[in-house]
């Protein structure tokens, strides 16, 4: 990945996206995740914070608030009406308005889809929510762990005979919820070239997480799911789709799941194949999982990659965070660029021929507010009416 100019203008830096102006309205987890999406393809990202701080989710120093990266930052007290009218106004300039605020609470502010429809009929216009715009629980507090519990997700993972594991916020916020408006949102840009039209978005995270639920429903539905957790083949369940501890504590994985990839497996673990494939299925877990674990803690993890190093035995060191970018695969791909001293992921997917700009470090909440403002349209009247009024930070 090149490198790229901080001190680009915004709009130029190339990318699948670029010339896509989104306004977003700054919230937590999922809301800045999916935006940061758009932002990485190239999009011009102006956000508008508040002027409280949010109570979760940006750490105190804006450098490390990663899903943040690539945004111009507006600061913006929209409990006044001057200040809702300027960003009534962003929203007729933009493609894309983004909001993760309760059901009404924007219609509150004068800036429900409706209003800003009104003014820009190709305004694609994403709702984040936990539970959804209707429903009896769209009014509801909630957080990822309660949408996945909601879904079937939380239940399903597990290890046999203990509770459900909560897995990172990775289902509910970033995949249930970030993934699916990014993608909601491409989809309605692309439904706005045939009509000319845009549309408002239902994104909620319990939907998304259901939606990645849809193979285990058809599993259940057929009778191979077992709603026992930790016995199915892809929950652990299957001893050779687990991991296992080594000699020095640290973990490796393995999921030969199909019998041409686990012979090699049991090969390099000194094993013959033949008298356990077939016989390695949930039935036999318990006498086939003992058996790797003891082979396993004989050597250390860094052993047991040099024992796999080129071998099609589906096996992968577990990695912390703090090891990742060491390993060789992410630095022969770049996937893991240092950024003002931040090793951080790289934008995915990658595109071939508008190639996603290496990300801009995120910004302090207020930096481009005399900038971006004039530039998207407000007029140097309303700017200084908004900054008698304290409205602007």
Same mark, same amino acid.
């Given at each position: 990945?090149?490198?790229?100019?901080?001190?680009?203008?915004?709009?130029?830096?190339?990318?699948?996206?670029?010339?896509?102006?989104?306004?977003?309205?700054?919230?937590?987890?999922?809301?800045?995740?999916?935006?940061?999406?758009?932002?990485?393809?190239?999009?011009?990202?102006?956000?508008?914070?508040?002027?409280?701080?949010?109570?979760?989710?940006?750490?105190?120093?804006?450098?490390?608030?990663?899903?943040?990266?690539?945004?111009?930052?507006?600061?913006?007290?929209?409990?006044?009406?001057?200040?809702?009218?300027?960003?009534?106004?962003?929203?007729?300039?933009?493609?894309?308005?983004?909001?993760?605020?309760?059901?009404?609470?924007?219609?509150?502010?004068?800036?429900?889809?409706?209003?800003?429809?009104?003014?820009?009929?190709?305004?694609?216009?994403?709702?984040?929510?936990?539970?959804?715009?209707?429903?009896?629980?769209?009014?509801?507090?909630?957080?990822?762990?309660?949408?996945?519990?909601?879904?079937?997700?939380?239940?399903?993972?597990?290890?046999?005979?203990?509770?459900?594991?909560?897995?990172?916020?990775?289902?509910?916020?970033?995949? *249930?919820? @970030?993934?699916?408006? #990014? $993608?909601?949102?491409?989809? +309605?840009?692309?439904? %706005? &070239?045939? =009509?000319?039209?845009?549309?408002?978005?239902?994104?909620?995270?319990?939907?998304?997480?259901?939606?990645?639920?849809?193979?285990?429903?058809?599993?259940?539905?057929?009778?191979?799911?077992?709603?026992?957790?930790?016995?199915?083949?892809?929950?652990?369940?299957?001893?050779?789709?687990?991991?296992?501890?080594?000699?020095?504590?640290?973990?490796?994985?393995?999921?030969?799941?199909?019998?041409?990839?686990?012979?090699?497996?049991?090969?390099?673990?000194?094993?013959?194949?033949?008298?356990?494939?077939?016989?390695? *299925?949930? @039935?036999?877990?318990? #006498? $086939?999982?003992?058996?790797? +674990?003891?082979?396993? %803690? &004989?050597? =250390?993890?860094?052993?047991?990659?040099?024992?796999?190093?080129?071998?099609?035995?589906?096996?992968?060191?577990?990695?912390?965070?703090?090891?990742?970018?060491?390993?060789?695969?992410?630095?022969?791909?770049?996937?893991?660029?240092?950024?003002?001293?931040?090793?951080?992921?790289?934008?995915?997917?990658?595109?071939?021929?508008?190639?996603?700009?290496?990300?801009?470090?995120?910004?302090?909440?207020?930096?481009?507010?005399?900038?971006?403002?004039?530039?998207?349209?407000?007029?140097?009247?309303?700017?200084?009416?908004?900054?008698?009024?304290?409205?602007?930070?």
């Amino acid at each position: 990945m090149e490198k790229q100019d901080r001190h680009d203008e915004p709009g130029q830096r190339g990318g699948p996206l670029a010339g896509l102006k989104v306004l977003e309205f700054a919230g937590v987890g999922p809301t800045p995740m999916g935006t940061m999406l758009l932002a990485d393809m190239g999009a011009e990202v102006v956000t508008i914070d508040r002027t409280e701080p949010i109570e979760l989710g940006s750490p105190k120093t804006p450098g490390f608030d990663l899903i943040r990266r690539n945004r111009l930052l507006v600061k913006m007290d929209l409990k006044q009406t001057e200040a809702q009218a300027c960003a009534l106004e962003l929203a007729s300039k933009a493609d894309v308005l983004i909001e993760g605020f309760r059901p009404g609470v924007m219609e509150r502010l004068g800036l429900g889809p409706e209003v800003c429809r009104a003014r820009n009929r190709g305004l694609v216009y994403a709702r984040m929510t936990g539970w959804g715009q209707t429903g009896p629980l769209a009014d509801r507090a909630g957080h990822d762990l309660n949408y996945i519990a909601l879904s079937g997700a939380l239940h399903a993972i597990g290890r046999e005979g203990g509770p459900p594991a909560p897995p990172l916020n990775l289902i509910g916020d970033f995949g *249930g919820g @970030a993934l699916y408006m #990014a $993608v909601g949102v491409l989809a +309605a840009l692309h439904a %706005r &070239q045939q =009509t000319g039209e845009g549309q408002v978005i239902d994104v909620a995270m319990v939907d998304g997480a259901l939606s990645l639920m849809t193979a285990f429903f058809g599993g259940y539905a057929s009778g191979r799911l077992s709603l026992q957790r930790g016995t199915n083949v892809v929950d652990g369940g299957a001893p050779y789709y687990d991991v296992y501890q080594c000699a020095d504590g640290e973990y490796v994985s393995v999921a030969p799941i199909e019998s041409r990839f686990r012979r090699e497996l049991y090969e390099k673990l000194g094993l013959d194949p033949d008298s356990l494939i077939g016989k390695d *299925g949930p @039935a036999e877990r318990h #006498a $086939v999982k003992p058996k790797l +674990a003891e082979i396993f %803690r &004989q050597r =250390t993890r860094a052993e047991w990659c040099k024992v796999f190093e080129g071998s099609d035995a589906c096996f992968a060191p577990v990695l912390s965070v703090a090891e990742t970018a060491q390993h060789p695969h992410h630095v022969a791909r770049g996937s893991l660029p240092v950024i003002d001293g931040i090793a951080q992921p790289a934008p995915a997917p990658r595109f071939a021929g508008t190639p996603s700009p290496l990300p801009r470090p995120p910004r302090r909440s207020g930096t481009d507010t005399e900038t971006v403002l004039p530039r998207w349209g407000i007029d140097a009247a309303t700017l200084d009416r908004l900054r008698s009024l304290k409205a602007l930070q």
